[in-house]
Structure formats: C-alpha cells, structure tokens
C-alpha cells in the first residue's frame, strides 16, 4: 500500500509537472465554422483578421500578445485561425459558444512509398483514351490545383507554349523567391506555406528564407501535379526505356501548386494549419478541382482539418480527391474518409519493365528493371553478396549489401545478389557499382513475395522474386564456378492480369462511417512515371548525381491525381456538374474486372472486393457519360453531420446557415455505394437518381450474395428528360445468418448505360 505521504508526493510532482507542461505552446487551429461575410475585397478579409485577433486578445492578455501568438488567420472561405497558445487556453476557447472545433496543428505524411527507390520518364498507359480527351477537349481551361511538396517549374510538363491567355476568373498569384521560380500560362499559380511547420521545425530554420519558394525539392509535387496535368512531352525516357510521350489526366488544364509538405520532422511532412491555409486561398483563387496526395490516420470530421477545409472547398463547387494512404493491406486504414472527399485506392498498370535472369544451368526468371545493359552479351560470374563480404562486415548486413560491407576484391566484374530490405534498393545497386561490380541479383525476401518494382538502379540489375531467388542460390551452391547473365530489360506493355490491387493501398471498412464505404475507386499508382525534382536525384542520396526529368513513384498519392485529372475533363465536358455528380459519375462507371475480364485481385491473387477498390477501377471514357447520377448536396452533408450526433449549435456554426436536422437515416444517405456495418432481420433504403443522359428507362438488375434476399422497389425507372430525378427503395432481407462481410451488387441500365454500385452487408444477423 502507498502511504498519504508518498501520494502527497506524487501528487505533488504530478501537478508540477503539469504545470510546466502546461506552460509549453503548441499551435493549434481554432475552428469558427463558415463566414458571414459574403465580402471578396482585402478590407472583409482584413476585417476578419481584426475580429480574430479580438477574439484572442480576451485569453491571452493583450492585442500585442494575440498578434504574436497568430500563425494564420484563414479569412476567405474558412473562418477561423491558427495560435500558438497553451494548452490550457486551447481548453479554454474550444469552450466558447462560438468555436466549432479547437485542432492540434498536427503533421500528416505524403503517400508515397519509398519514393526514393523509383524512377523514369514517359506516362503511364491508363490515360483516358483519346475519345475523352478530345471530347472534353484536353481539359483545356480547367484550373486544377494540388497541395504537396511544390512544383520544379522548369519541367517540361509545365511549359506553356501554343497555350492562350491565364482565364480571366483565376485569383492567384506565384510567390517568387530566391531561385527564379516563374509562373507562365500553363502553370498559373504558385504559393508556399510553412509556417504551420515553422511551429514545429523551429523559426530559425524557416526565417533564413531558404524554405520562402514554391520550388519542388522533392519530387513527388512535381510528379503528382504534371499526373493530373502535365504537357505532352514526347521523347520522354529513362537510358532509353519507356521511350513514349509524357502527359497528364487533363493535359490542357491550366495548373496551380499550393506548397504545404516540407523537410520531415519526426515522420511528419505537411501540418494542418497550412493546408487549411492553402485551401482557404485555393477556393479563394479559383481553382476547379483540388488533388491532395497525403494524409494521416482518420479522425472525427470535426477533428480533422483536412475533411474541413475539404467541406468548405466543396461547398464552392470544386472536386476534392484524396489519397487513401499507404497503409494497406491491413483492414480500416483507409483514411481522408469523408463522404463529400473522393477517395482514392492504388492498382497496377499493365506495363512492365521487364528483364530475364539465365543461369549457365539453363534456368531462366523474369526480372523487373530500369537499367542499362551488361557490357558484353556473355556469362558474368555470379557471387552472393555474403560470399563477396568484407572480412569484418557482420554477413547479415552484407546479404543487404549494406554500405562498407562488400569487398571490391571479390564482387569486381562480377553479378553480385542481394538481398531486399532494411536499405533501399536503389542504393544497393550504387554500393555494387562502387565494389565494382557488373550487375546485380536483387531478390525479394520472403514478406515482399511476389512484388516487383521498377528502380532507377546505377548498374544493369534484375529484381526477381522471392522463389526465384531461392533458386538462383541453389545454383550458385551448386557449382563451384557459377555464371549468369541479366539481359537488357525490355518495355513490356499490355500485361495480364492487370490491374491487381497494390499491396500497399489502404483498405476499408471506413472506421469513422462505417455507413459510407471507402475507398472509393481504385486507379494507376504503382510504378507510375510522371515530372521529377532538378533539385534531388532519383535515390535522394548526396552520393547520386544524376537528375532526372522524369521519374517513377509509386503510393496512393500517384493513383490520386490520375482521378483528378479525369475529373477536370469532366468538368471541362460538363461544367454545370456538382462535386457529387463527377464523384457519381466515376464511381458508378468503374469496373470490377481486369484485362482479362476477370475479377480485379489482390496483391496475392485473392480476388479483391469493395474494401480494396470501392466502386472499382475507374473507366475514364465511361465516366463521361454515367447516364444517372446519385448527387448530394450540401444540405445532405450537412444532414449527414447530423446524424453522427453534431448538435444544432455545432452544424449551424459549421454550414453557416440556420440549419435544421432533418432527422435523415444514414442508410438514405445518397452515395453512390450501399453499406450496411451489421444488418439485423432486414432493411429498406432509399436512394434517388437523376438523369444526366438521354431519356430512357433503365431497369435493375441485382446480384445477390449467399444469406441475403435484396429487392429493389420499383423494378424500373422512366426519364423522359435531363435533370429529372427518381426514387427508389431497395429491401436487404437475412436468409442465413453469418459472421462475415458479404458483397453484392446493384446495376441500373437502359441497355447502354449501367449504373453499378457494390453493395456491402456487414454481419449478418437473423
Ligand atoms: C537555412 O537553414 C537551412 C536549414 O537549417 C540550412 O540548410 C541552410 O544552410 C540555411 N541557409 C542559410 C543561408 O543560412
Ligand atoms: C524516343 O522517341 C523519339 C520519337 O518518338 C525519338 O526521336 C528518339 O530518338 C527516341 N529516343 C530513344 C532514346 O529511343
Ligand atoms: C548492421 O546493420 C544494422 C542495421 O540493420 C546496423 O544497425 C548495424 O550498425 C550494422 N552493423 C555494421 C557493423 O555495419
Ligand atoms: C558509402 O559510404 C562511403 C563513405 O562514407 C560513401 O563515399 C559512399 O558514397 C557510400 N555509398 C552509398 C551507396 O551510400
Ligand atoms: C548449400 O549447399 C549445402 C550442402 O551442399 C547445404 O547445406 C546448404 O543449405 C545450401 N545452401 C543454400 C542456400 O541452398
Ligand atoms: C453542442 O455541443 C458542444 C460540444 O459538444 C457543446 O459544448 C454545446 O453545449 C452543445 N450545444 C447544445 C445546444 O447542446
Ligand atoms: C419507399 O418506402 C417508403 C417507406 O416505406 C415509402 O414511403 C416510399 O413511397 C417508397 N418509395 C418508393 C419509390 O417506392
């Protein structure tokens, strides 16, 4: 038993640890919901700061000190700002009657993964096929804008000959800099944020100035903004490979960067209070869609800054689409999980780059690659790695062939095989080059299996799989003299089975909403080859000198903008659609099935479902004429808040309106998928659909998973013109109960359209 002594102590401690605690600044984001003002001129804006520093001023002390403490003050479209404030004022104001929310300015990472070990030159080969492009006339005039790491404004992809006039509705402007970063008519706006990241990387770091520029020192904004719309630019390749023509979603749009991801500190890229900065300048310049390729666990909507900003950006008319993340293939990881957000999940292409192992035995195996070829059309000697290992290096980290651990003696003008993991798989191929060797065997470990991936490796290399490495060692264990040519890689396309589900793309159930399914759609994003950084070679390693215009990524960030891009040819084709009609649009024409018209697989050719892929892969020629469309509108959204138990206060205060909640049931809700958590007895929904095509009447079809009954009331729906809408009911009964999640289906179509969604049942209960 403790003594009242020692609690007295201990409490003692406690309070004055927490005091001083208590007495650290941290930057928060203080939410105030939507403005009154319905002003655009700089006097409402500066009005609005007024009143937030006034607004402060009453918890800290002072004017003086409310000014200090204000990072940003967001005065267009989001109200509210961002204050370095103690944690015992951030309590205190999310207490006044006024605040919605009070957010810590927390950091979210960009979806890619191992950006650093990729790399190439031309676009991939799932753009929407010439018809849309022509059609929506290459997305000529839509503004789309991404929040990320910047852009390399020199790229290629950015140029802006035979392009006309900046639209005279675009509000943006380009930050300049130290560098000489200009904008031109293709890429119309460029800004930077970071003072959201100052709070946390320190002010001495920012206010050199060195980090003052929209520039792109990473890569992977460049490469997400020239994906959804970057130039054609022919003759794009990497030592040869891939030669083809680069281009974006919407080739034509005009584009705007928003900087917002910077240096990592502790994992964390891009912080809340500037991207809710960047959008509130975004809506504010005009742009038409807006791609965003990161993210960080989800949270509670009125938690999360970014599915805020997000609302608010929708609420004037622009697409928002997010990644999905990265952390795949665990189940309810996906995140940016807002139902008026498109989410988007990542698949394959159906291209390869493709080489061929041959032992001397005769043993072939395929291998990926992105290199140049061995000098000589002969057998080299092969060596492991652990046999070519220094004296002193531990042979677990020389199977890695880990840095200073491979002896040049003994690898020289020789194949050395490596082991993946632990250090990347670019930069083992750099320490076979500086041990001198020819070429390099890199196989999988066991977790990696079956996954290949495209490297922008230093020597001729072939990345094979696990099994197939477990078969070059027992040749070379086998004989005491062991030879092997790689042979020059190849550009491979129209590979089947394609798409399959990467393994890495997060996966539902929506752990926020599980009513809502997410992610959405599935689209382009493992080794995809769009704009690069001139700033950092394609490893990131000091060692690497090369710079490259064009590189391969890979991560849901890369699937991301390949949807916005279709959306701006939408947008371009149909300018009068809402958010929710382009969402419904793609979703509902998505497919389900490969190129070899079987069901879409996972990573380990399990066949795939809607928590993989939502909808399904998107069909860009499809989506441009849906036929029906399931819309929301704000009032929906807003409904729907109500319904996760937002109170009266918190939706007016958030919708800026006077709203009443409807008492809506979230299974009513208008998304254009069906998803029930856990089904007891039976249900009946509804959803409305309007005509966005010819007149027609479209009848239902069901596809019905084992346990359930489904019957849809009424069986058909007659539009005789555009715009008109109709109801119907659908009834999910349970036959057999059972534990585990069921897929199903519902298609409406009037034989030329169909109108798909997945319907997902949870549990079921008897
Ligand atoms: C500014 O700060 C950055 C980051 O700390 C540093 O790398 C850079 O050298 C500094 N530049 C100047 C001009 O001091
Ligand atoms: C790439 O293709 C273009 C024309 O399509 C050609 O002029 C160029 O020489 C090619 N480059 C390589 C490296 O094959
Ligand atoms: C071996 O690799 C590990 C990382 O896996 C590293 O921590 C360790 O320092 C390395 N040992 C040597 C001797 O290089
Ligand atoms: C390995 O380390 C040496 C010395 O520190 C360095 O010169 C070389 O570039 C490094 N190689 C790689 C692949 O990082
Ligand atoms: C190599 O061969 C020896 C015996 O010949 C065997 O014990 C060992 O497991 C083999 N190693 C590999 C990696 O195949
Ligand atoms: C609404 O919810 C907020 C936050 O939970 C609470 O502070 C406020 O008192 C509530 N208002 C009403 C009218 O219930
Ligand atoms: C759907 O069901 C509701 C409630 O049962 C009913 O009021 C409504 O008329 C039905 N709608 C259609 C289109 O059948």
Redesign the pocket.
Known sequence: MWSSKKLLFLFFLFTTLFQSSSAVKKSYIVYLGSHEHGGVTEADFDRVTDTHHEFLQSYVGSHEKAKEAMIYSYTKNINGFAALLEEKEAADIAEHPNVVSVLLNRGRKLHTTHSWEFMSMEHNGVAPSHSLFRKARYGEDVIIGNLDSGVWPESPSFGDEGIGPIPSRWKGTCQNDHTGFRCNRKLIGARYFNKGYATYAGSEVVQNGTLDTPRDNKGHGSHTLSTLGGNFV????FV?LG???AKGGSPKARVAAYKVCWPPIDGSECFDADIMAAFDMAIHDGVDVLSISLGSPAVDYFDDALSIAAFHAVKKGITVLCSAGNSGPTFGTVSNVAPWILTVAASTLDREFDTVVQLHNGQHFKGASLSTALPENKLYPLITAAEAKLAEAPVENATLCMNGTIDPEKASGRILVCLRGINGKVEKSLVALEAKAVGMILFNDRSHGNELTDDPHFLPTAHIIYEDGVAVFAYINSTKNPLGYIHPPTTKLKIKPAPSMAVFSSRGPNTITPEILKPDVTAPGVNIIAAYSGAVSPTKLDSDKRRVPFMTMSGTSMSCPHVAGVVGLLKTLHPTWSPSAIKSAIMTTARTRDNTVKPIVDDINVKATPFDYGSGHIRPNRAMDPGLVYELNINDYINFLCFLGYNQTQISMFSGTNHHCDGINILDFNYPTITIPILYGSVTLSRKLKNVGPPGTYTASLRVPAGLSISVQPKKLKFDKIGEEKSFNLTIEVTRSGGATVFGGLTWSDGKHHVRSPITVGGVKG
């Open positions: 022919s003759g794009a390749n040869g030669n083809g023509t």
